[in-house]
C-alpha cells in the first residue's frame, strides 16, 4: 500500500503507477463482490474510486489501530458505496480480501449493503443520505475540543445534496469554524432516477458558496487533481482558511467499465455473471476468478465484528441540593439547575467534558446557566434540529457526556430517523426533551407531544425515565450521566408541587435512590393501584387523597423508569386489586398498553383501566385538556372506584 506526505505538489509518476493499478484491483474486487452478492451499488463505487484511494493515501489512520484517539476520521455519507469502501479499506491493509469478497452483503456478515462499523476503518454507520456530514461535523467539533490537529474527510453524493439536513450541516460548520472538515462530492450526474438536474434541479456549487464554504472544482478521476485539491485544503491554502471546504469531483458513473459508463442503472444493480466477467476482462483480470469465489462463498462467516463502542468518560458528580417542601418549580428548572452544577464540576479545563445542544430553545429547556458557566461546550443551532440530533450523536462517541434538549416534538417526532441511525451506530447521547403531552397546553397539537413513548420503544437501546417532580429530575439526571449508552429524560412544562411522603417531607429527598427498573410506592393501600408518571403524578395523588376520604384505600406507583421496566414493582400491583393507568399519552401507544402486554405475557388475569388521550387534543390549559382526558385527580378516583366496586 502507498501512503502520501504533503510535502510535494504533485505526485510522482510512480505513485501515479501505483494508484492506476490499485484503482483496477480495487474495480476488480467490486465487480465480484456485487456481483457474488447478487445486489449492491457498482456504478457510485466506481465514480468513486479515485477519490477514496487517494483519501486513504492521504489521511492519517492505522489498519493495526484503526480506532486510534489520534486518527483522522473518515465518514462514507453515501454508505451504498460499500463496495468501494471496502475495496480500498483492502488495499489498505484493514483486512484481508477474502473476507470482503465471500461475506460481502452476507447474513451476520460485518459487511454489510451500507458501510458499518463492524467494519474497521468505517467510522459511521451510512445509509439514510444527508446525515453523513453532521456526524462528520461532530467528529470535526471533537477533534477540536481535544485540541487535536486531525482532519475530517466526509465524501458524499451529489444526489443527497437536495437534503435539507445537508445545508443545516455546511451552515453549522461555518457558524462553528471548522476548518478541519473537508467534503468531496462525487458529482457523476445521476441517481437513482436518473439524470440529478431532472430529478431535482439545483446548483450544487452556487449553494455550497453561498453557505460560505470554499469550493474547489476537480476531475474527480485525475489522481493528480484529488491530491492537489486536498492538499490545497489540508494545508489551508484556500480563499478561506478559516472555513471547511469542499472539493466538487466530476466523475463519471460506472468510470473503467465501458459499458457501465454513465448508465444510471448501474447505480444500485450488479452485474450479471456474463457482464461480470466481460468487465473483469477489460480491467486485465481473471474472469474465471468469478466461479472459484462462487464455490468458496458457501462457507460460513467468518470475519469477526469490529467493536466501536464509545469513548468512556470520566466524571464528576456534584452535590446538587433538592427543593424544600412547598416548592413550586417546574422540572426543567431543575434540569437547568443540574447541568449548570455539572459544568462547574466538569468543565474546569480546556477541554470540557459535558456538552449541551439545543435549537432555538436556550430559555425554554433552562440551558442558560449551563452556558454561562461554559460557553465553549454551548452550541447553539438553531432551527435545525435533523442536524442536531445527529451531530450531537457523533459528538457523544468521542467521550464527552452530551445532552440535545428541545421540546418533546421536536426532540422525538422530528427527528426520530435521526435517533434511529445514532441507535445503529451505538451512540451514547442523553436527550432531555422538555414540553410533553397535554402538558404543554395553550400552544395547541401541533406542540402536544403525546406519542413519544410509541416511538421510542422502536428504537430498543433507549433507556426512557419520566421524573415526576424537581427533585426526582436532579436524581435521574444524576444517574442517565453515569449511564453509557442512549437515553430519554422527559418532562412536562408546567410548574408542579414537590411531591411528598405522608409525612408532608419530599419523597425524593435525600435519602432516596433512583434505580433504574424500579417504580416508587408514593402512597401504600390494599384495595388497588394507581400507576402514573411525570406529570399524572400529582393527579394520582388527588385521586388518592380523594379515594381516602371516601375510607378507600389504593396505593400509588410511580413508574418512571420505563425503560428498563419495573417487572417486580408491577408484579407486586396486580395482586392489590384493580390497576389503573394513567398518562399524557395516546392510550394505543403509551404505558398502560406496555403494562396489559407484560400482564398477558405473564398469564395474568386482572381489572386495568388505562386513562389517557384517545387522540389530539385542542388547545387549552393544562388542566383542562386532562379533565377532558379523564386523567384528572376526580376522574381518576371516579375510575379506581368503580372498578373496586364493579
Known amino acids: 500500500m502507498l501512503k502520501l506526505s504533503l510535502e510535494k505538489e504533485s505526485l510522482s509518476e510512480e505513485e501515479l503507477k501505483w494508484f492506476e493499478g490499485a484503482f483496477k484491483r480495487c474495480a476488480r474486487r467490486i465487480i465480484l463482490a456485487t456481483t457474488l452478492a447478487g445486489s449492491g451499488h457498482p456504478g457510485g463505487s466506481l465514480s468513486s474510486l479515485h477519490m477514496l484511494l487517494i483519501i486513504y493515501a492521504l489521511a492519517k489512520v492505522n489498519p493495526i489501530d484503526p480506532r486510534h484517539p489520534e486518527r483522522d476520521r473518515v465518514v462514507i455519507s453515501q454508505g451504498h458505496i460499500s463496495p468501494g469502501v471496502y475495496s480500498v479499506l483492502c488495499e489498505f491493509g484493514f483486512f484481508p480480501e477474502e473476507d470482503f469478497l465471500l461475506e460481502f452483503r452476507r447474513t451476520g456478515s460485518a459487511f454489510a449493503g451500507h458501510v458499518e462499523q463492524a467494519v474497521p476503518g468505517v467510522e459511521w454507520n451510512t445509509g439514510n443520505l444527508g446525515q453523513g456530514l453532521s456526524a462528520a461535523c461532530g467528529m470535526a467539533m471533537a477533534l477540536k475540543l481535544k485540541g487535536l490537529p486531525n482532519r475530517v474527510f466526509c465524501l458524499m453524493g451529489d444526489g443527497e445534496q437536495q437534503k435539507g439536513q445537508v445545508i443545516e450541516a455546511r451552515r453549522w460548520a461555518v457558524k462553528f469554524g471548522l476548518d478541519n472538515l473537508i467534503v468531496l462530492i462525487d458529482y457523476n450526474g445521476l441517481q437513482i432516477g436518473g439524470d440529478i438536474s431532472k430529478v431535482m434541479p439545483q446548483d450544487i456549487k452556487a449553494e455550497i458558496e453561498a453557505t460560505h464554504w470554499n469550493v474547489i472544482e476537480i476531475d474527480g478521476h485525475n489522481f493528480n487533481e484529488i491530491y492537489k485539491a486536498l492538499r490545497a485544503a489540508i494545508l489551508k491554502k484556500v480563499k478561506n482558511p478559516e472555513k471547511p471546504t469542499a472539493i466538487l469531483a466530476h466523475t463519471i458513473m460506472g468510470k473503467g467499465i465501458s459499458f457501465m459508463e454513465n448508465d444510471a442503472k448501474w447505480h444500485g444493480m450488479p452485474l450479471s455473471e456474463d457482464l461480470a466477467r466481460k468487465a473483469l476482462i477489460e480491467l486485465g483480470c481473471d474472469p474465471g476468478e468469478l466461479d472459484r469465489l462462487k464455490e468458496k462463498r458457501i462457507k460460513q462467516i467468518s470475519f469477526p465484528h469490529f467493536p466501536h463502542d464509545p469513548e468512556k468518560v470520566n466524571l464528576t458528580i456534584p452535590e446538587i441540593s433538592l427543593f424544600d417542601a412547598g416548592t413550586n418549580t417546574d422540572c426543567r428548572s431543575a434540569y437547568g439547575k443540574f447541568l449548570e452544577e455539572m459544568a462547574k464540576a466538569n468543565n474546569t479545563e480546556a477541554r470540557p467534558k459535558i456538552l449541551g445542544l439545543t435549537c432555538d430553545l436556550e430559555g425554554s429547556v433552562k440551558m442558560g446557566g449551563f452556558k454561562k458557566v461554559s460557553p465553549q461546550a454551548f452550541f447553539e443551532s438553531g432551527i435545525q434540529e435533523h442536524h442536531t440530533a445527529s451531530v450531537a450523536g457523533a459528538l457523544s462517541k468521542e467521550g464527552f457526556l452530551v445532552f440535545f434538549s428541545t421540546f418533546g416534538v421536536f426532540a422525538i417526532d422530528e427527528v426520530f430517523n435521526q435517533l434511529r441511525i445514532n441507535s445503529l451506530n451505538k451512540t451514547a447521547l442523553k436527550v432531555v426533551a422538555t414540553h410533553l403531552g397535554a402538558d404543554v397546553g395553550e400552544d395547541g397539537p401541533t406542540h402536544q407531544c403525546i406519542d413519544y413513548l410509541g416511538l421510542l420503544m422502536n428504537i430498543p437501546d433507549f433507556e426512557i425515565y419520566l421524573p415526576a417532580d424537581p427533585n426526582q429530575t436532579i436524581h435521574i439526571l444524576k444517574v442517565v450521566s453515569q449511564r453509557e449508552g442512549n437515553v430519554f429524560v422527559g418532562m ?99 404505558l398502560g398498553m406496555q403494562i396489559a402486554a407484560f400482564y398477558l405475557k405473564k398469564g395474568i388475569q386482572c381489572k386495568l383501566e388505562i386513562l389517557g388521550h384517545k387522540g389530539p387534543l385542542s388547545s387549552g390549559k393544562p388542566a383542562e385538556l386532562f379533565k377532558l382526558s379523564g386523567i384528572d385527580g376526580e376522574s381518576i378516583a371516579y375510575t379506581m372506584e368503580k372498578l373496586i366496586n364493579g
Open 492 to 590: 412536562g412544562r408546567s410548574k408542579t408541587p414537590i411531591i411528598l411522603d405522608e409525612k408532608g417531607d419530599p419523597f425524593f429527598g435525600e435519602n432516596y435512590t433512583f434505580l433504574p427498573g424500579k417504580a416508587d410506592w408514593l402512597r401504600r393501600g390494599k384495595k388497588g393501584v394507581i400507576a402514573a408518571y411525570g406529570s399524572t403524578v400529582r393527579e394520582a395523588i388527588k385521586a388518592w387523597e380523594i379515594l381516602k376520604k371516601r375510607n378507600i384505600e389504593v396505593s400509588v406507583l410511580n413508574v418512571a423508569s420505563i425503560r428498563p421496566f419495573p417487572e417486580e414493582d408491577l408484579l407486586e400491583a396486580v395482586h392489590q386489586g384493580p390497576v389503573v393507568v394513567v398518562e399524557d399519552h395516546l392510550i394505543q401507544t403509551g
